[in-house]
């Protein structure tokens, strides 16, 4: 069974940090992007950050590259998305997501990942 959990979120000022977590199982990690998406209250999921490491290709939203980072520990079964500088446009549910076939053009469209998590809330807020 897969499964993919995401924790780190709460609430932070502007201009501060967050590290959030999805830990996977069920899955053999390096055979698989890994992305992260935000859903605010009312909207769709935006794509945040990507990551695949068969074709080595990692890609960001323009609205936090430079901010965010996004990385992968295939040895834990984790991936990480490191938010800093927040802004007050951040505040969304942060969901992480899988995919076992997709190619860089695919890699910002949520219908493209076969697997998502639950996901963490941060609220962005001073």
């Known amino acids: 069974q897969v499964q993919l959990v995401e924790s780190g979120g709460g609430l932070v000022q502007p201009g501060g940090s967050l590290r959030l977590s999805c830990a996977v199982s069920g899955l053999t990690l390096r055979r698989y992007a890994l992305a992260w998406f935000r859903q605010a209250p009312g909207k769709g999921r935006e794509f945040v950050a990507a990551?695949?490491?068969?074709?080595?290709?990692?890609i960001y939203a323009d609205s936090v590259k430079g901010r965010f980072t996004i990385s992968r520990d295939n040895a834990k079964n984790t991936v990480i998305l490191q938010m800093n500088n927040l802004e007050d446009g951040g505040t969304a549910v942060y969901l992480c997501a899988a995919a076992g076939s997709i190619d860089v053009a695919q890699l910002r469209s949520p219908a493209a990942y076969d697997y998502w998590g639950q996901g963490t809330q941060v609220t962005v807020s001073s």
């Open positions: 990551n695949n490491q068969r074709s080595g290709s990692t």
